[in-house]
């Protein structure tokens, strides 16, 4: 640790910053430990270097700088009045404040921040600084008159629609709300209206409009040269705004292991650096270093200043700075440094998973990099070209193995193929940004010559980005890994510690060799001390998913099948299958369903069997017999035909699947009666495990609910009910709850809904019953387990 003296004062203020979620330092005993510190120093002066006072002033200087990062933390903390919090989904809000920043426009949205100086509507009124994200949704021509209007520093009124941002509601769910808080943004506001918004004062921010109007200049050249899949792209590549990368391209990029190219990092500086270099490659090494120090920062702005580009910047700089002031650096200090730096900043950085990977990633390549160098050497490479590929490689994998466990806690996955994707990814990825930033020079100088290198640039990136998605559509390109937790984090670098440190010092291949299996087995077998799967073999498993206003269970048997009964609403804006079943799917590890039970054909509930259907993970559906006079069920019908799934119809009949009894209920009299409603023609089932039992009934209304009740009577007494119609008035008769007379009821519906779902008289009805009601509105998803005895409620979250 002599040769990085930094890393130790980072490494101690990092544990202030951790610590003070536990415990806070006051700033007397940061004061006291400052004077302590400088009359230490003093005597240790003064004693000349007396070894007692040298050890004193060594852990006098300790405590202070971790104390002054526990300080700093606890300063910079952030938090919001519990009451603001609790505000979500109110109409007609108004709130007024200045513009802090504008995004780049995209397809019919505008997205702006406002620091508010207050915000009311009819159940509230907020006199405080706070602020909030605008998103204005209009047509082509007002979004583009209102981003033409716009400017940073304006003071505005507007009126909209405002909301939270979404919350974990599923087991593996990214929590935007909680990263909305993080960046200090306590909520959004949604504009359907260009004149809901009013310009109270144009008054302009200088600097930030300077900034904007650069950002609005070089998008609007990227768009007019590019085509739109690769303006895509370079929006992202130069100026950190990856808003028109679609959520597909970018799951493909995950899969691939590449899509750390999308976040503008240490790679894009890099290579910005490099064309600095060579355009004032003829200039004296002073002038030069100042001129690329100049051209980062510039660079750094255009971006929006987002946190990796600065932390990459600041490291940048520290390096420039040391070497052109003949200071002895080294890699591990220099980032210790920048890290310092951003930490005292703002210490909430340390919870980033950008800051997090990023200086994983530097620390990596700065510690095991060597020892992958060491080794190349002894191969006695002749060939440059292919020694240039090993060191490339080398870089390449230190920086993946420092960067997986985040990889893995942050996105579950772990892409088999990362390691050679990189290999053409990273080079090409360096081309399209160089290509780009000469066809913006000669926009402005020669626009027929940017012609030519824009054409050129469509088809480097049109390669690159389909050899990603090939690559990311492969079976094989990664593994879903879930229960990554953070004393798995913590397992792993210790393991990668224990061996670095021994394996310089094992001579025999065999020992190295033995070594390595022996760490990767203990790494192996402790974290699996921890996990814990949600759906476990063995038992019956039913999972309420929230999927708003529609329904959507998963079913997992004793066996291992598995049966999902309704996948949700799917609209031109969201796809619950594509969005929520999916990615659900994934974190449980289940990589196809057995069963797809369509209860009926609303789009609430069969329209994300769409998005299923269409990655192959459908093994059968189940649906109630087509209905001729529906359009949307022949079209259904049609779909499910061309991607060759089985389909089967409700009948009256038992099965069973691992050990649980299905029975399917049906009535010839609901099925001929003309006109009968799509939620009447609702498929009823039951499920019977042991002495336990679940009943499943679609939308069914009262009067089938009737008929029903009429002919199975208490057969369908159940354990658990899944109440008919997300709680309407419509269903959940008095005559079939004393027959269901369900201990446990089961509510899937949308926070604060329009249709008022669930309504309170039928809330009442089951509470009558003595039934335990469970909402997603309310609880989110519910998961409950059965062993065959008793049915328990499984915390998930």
């Known amino acids: 640790m002599k040769d990085y003296p930094v890393i130790k004062i980072a490494i101690l203020f990092t544990a202030g910053i951790l610590t003070a979620q536990f415990f806070q330092i006051s700033i007397l005993l940061v004061v006291l430990l400052s004077l302590i510190t400088i009359s230490l120093v003093v005597f240790y002066k003064k004693s000349k270097n007396n070894a007692y006072y040298s050890l004193l002033t060594f852990i006098a200087s ?109 087991p593996g769910e990214y929590d935007y709300d909680a990263y909305l808080k993080s960046k200090e943004i306590l909520g959004l506001l949604s504009i359907t209206d260009i004149t809901s918004i009013t310009i109270i004062s144009d008054e302009v921010s200088t600097f930030k409009n300077i900034i904007h109007q650069i950002r609005k200049a070089i998008d609007g050249q990227i768009k007019k040269y590019h085509s739109p899949e690769t303006a895509a792209l370079l929006r992202g590549l130069l100026l950190a705004d990856r808003g028109e990368i679609n959520y597909q391209t970018k799951t493909k990029f995950i899969n691939a292991g590449v899509v750390h190219v999308l976040a503008v990092s240490g790679l894009h500086v890099g290579y910005i650096i490099l064309i600095f270099l060579f355009l004032f490659g003829r200039f004296n090494l002073h002038l030069k270093s100042i001129l690329t120090v100049i051209g980062l920062l510039c660079f750094m702005f255009i971006t929006g200043v987002p946190p990796s580009v600065f932390r990459a910047t600041v490291m940048t700089i520290v390096l420039i700075i040391a070497f052109i002031s003949n200071r002895s650096t080294n890699l591990i200090n220099s980032i210790s440094i920048a890290a310092l730096i951003i930490l005292v900043i703002n210490p909430n950085e340390i919870y980033n998973p950008g800051f997090q990977l990023s ?63 990189n290999i053409f990814v990273i080079p090409g990825i360096g081309l399209i940004i160089a290509a780009a930033i000469v066809t913006l020079v000669f926009s402005m100088i020669l626009p027929f010559i940017a012609i030519y290198f824009a054409a050129a640039n469509d088809i480097l990136s049109g390669f690159i980005l389909s050899a990603i998605k090939f690559s990311g559509d492969l079976p094989f390109s990664h593994i879903s890994i879930t229960n990554y937790s953070l004393l798995d984090l913590i397992l792993f670098y210790l393991m990668l510690t224990l061996l670095l440190f021994y394996l310089v010092r094992f001579i025999n291949i065999k020992a190295k060799i033995a070594l390595f299996i022996l760490i990767i087995a203990n790494a192996i077998l402790f974290s699996s001390v921890d996990d814990n799967k949600l759906l476990p073999d063995g038992y019956l498993s039913v999972l309420m998913i929230d999927v708003g206003q529609g329904d959507s269970f998963l079913v997992k048997f004793p066996n291992g099948k598995t049966a999902l009964v309704d996948a949700g609403n799917t609209t031109f804006t969201y796809d619950n299958g594509d969005r929520v079943i999916i990615p659900l799917l994934n974190y449980l590890e289940i990589d196809k369903i057995d069963y797809g039970i369509v ?68 009535d010839d009299e609901i099925i001929i009666r003309a006109g009968e ?32 009740a009429n002919k199975y009577q208490y057969f369908l007494d159940s354990d658990v009910l899944k109440v008919g119609h997300h709680g309407s008035k419509s269903s959940s008769s008095h005559q079939f709850l004393k027959y269901v007379s369900p201990d446990l009821s089961l509510i899937s519906a949308g926070f604060k809904n329009k249709f008022g779902h669930p309504v309170e008289e039928v809330i009442q009805r089951l509470e009558a019953e003595g039934s335990t009601i469970y909402r997603t509105d309310l609880q989110k998803a519910i998961l409950l387990r059965s062993d065959g005895k008793q049915i328990d409620q499984i915390t998930w979250k």
Request: glycine fraction near 6%.
């Open 677 to 708: 409603s799509t939620n009447n023609r609702s498929g009823i089932f039951k499920l019977v495990y042991g002495g336990t039992s679940f009943l499943f009934t679609g939308d069914v209304e009262k009067n089938v609910e009737n008929i029903y």
């Open 599 to 666: 209860t009926h054909i609303d789009t609430d509930h069969y329209g994300g069997f769409v998005a299923l259907m269409l990655e192959d993970m459908i093994g059968e559906i189940i649906k109630p017999e087509i209905d001729t006079s529906l359009s949307k069920d022949k079209r259904f019908e049609e779909f499910i035909s061309v991607r060759g799934v089985p389909v089967n119809y409700f009948k009256e009949e038992k099965t069973e699947v691992g050990n649980v009894a299905f029975y399917f209920l049906y």
């Open 62 to 170: 300790g405590f202070l700088v971790f104390s002054i990062g526990n300080f700093l933390a606890k300063q910079n903390t952030i938090s919001f009045d519990p009451f603001l919090t609790k505000i979500d989904k109110v109409k007609n809000t108004t709130a007024v404040g200045e513009i802090t920043k504008i995004d780049l426009i995209r397809n019919n949205e505008l997205i702006f921040y406002i620091a508010v100086d207050s915000m009311y509507s009819d159940e509230f009124f907020i006199k405080d600084q706070i602020n909030i994200l605008c998103k204005a949704k209009l047509d082509n021509k007002a979004t583009l008159e209102l981003y033409n209007e716009l400017k940073p520093g304006n003071y505005v009124e507007v009126k909209g629609y405002y909301y939270k941002g979404k919350q974990k509601r599923n």
């Open 359 to 421: 200086f994983a990633a530097v620390l990596a390549i700065g510690i095991i990099l060597p020892y992958i160098n060491h080794l190349i050497e002894g191969w006695n490479v002749q060939n440059k070209f292919l020694r240039y590929i090993l060191v490339f490689v080398g870089v390449s994998l230190s920086a993946q193995i420092g960067t997986l466990p985040f990889t893995l806690l942050y996105f579950n996955k772990f892409s088999v193929i990362a390691l050679l994707t």
